[in-house]
């Protein structure tokens, strides 16, 4: 009897459709009626928000075991054995141990190995047909790479020097580089007089750094146009594509600390009505 006290309270949360509606599957020889009309007296007949959540109803093969010629109890109409215990949703998974808590953690978790009749969790995802996708795609990029780099071969000149230019904001550079002792000269200037700042010099020879090539090449460069951060900025964007042309090998790290690639960065444009690119005039109410 304490089951049925707790699904009459359940059925007690539900509107009057519902309860209706669940009457129809009970027989009155149960011996349930009385006591679900019993419950259920005294309510209102406005209807009321429905509160069902998965555990709180009948499964629905349990549902069409209980049709309208059997039993509360499972067996047939005229059946009344006292000592029968109703079934209710929910016993089998009280069973089997397995709580509401412990399935959102596993599914949380994607922890499947400990379940019978499921693959590993690295079987599960390798049978995504857009993973496997993917993982070719990548393959055939790899590959691509692969090709390329073995395509490109040392480009020097009659006088062995490695010829590139680098940009950076309003700054062009034009770096000639061969095999030499470190020497590093700017329109006609050493780097460390062209370059009083320490944080220009350390732009400048980062190339170097990232190819543990330090001191092993000379360096010829003119620069025009833009600040001394701009023409810093252009002469390591020159001598790494120098560096990667001398020897393809050095590309991979160059590529990694994102030397080739040009900084595109460039002051914004002052707007009408605007102190600068977006600083706007005092404005006073009154």
Known sequence: MSSIRCLVRRLARLDQNAVHNFGRYISSDSGFP??????????????HSV???????WSRSERRAYSSDQGFLGGSSGNTNADATPEVFGDRTAESGITDDMLDSLIALKDFGNIEGLPPLDAILEQDDEREKKAKRRELERKKQLELQSMRVKTVDEFGRAYATGRRKSSIARVWLKEGEGKITINGLPHDLYFPDID???????????????????????VKGGGITGQSGALRHGISQALQLFDPLLRPPLKSAGMLTRDSRVVERKKPGKAKARKSYQWVKR
Do not use: H
Not at 34 to 47: E, I, Q, W
Not at 51 to 57: E, G, L
């Open 34 to 47: 009385a006591l679900f009309l019993k419950a259920v007296s005294g309510r209102s007949s406005a209807p």
């Open 51 to 57: 509160v069902i959540r998965s555990r709180d109803v």
């Open 200 to 222: 220009q010099r350390l732009q400048l020879l980062e190339p170097f750094y990232q190819t543990k090539t330090l001191g092993l090449f000379d360096v010829r460069s003119t």
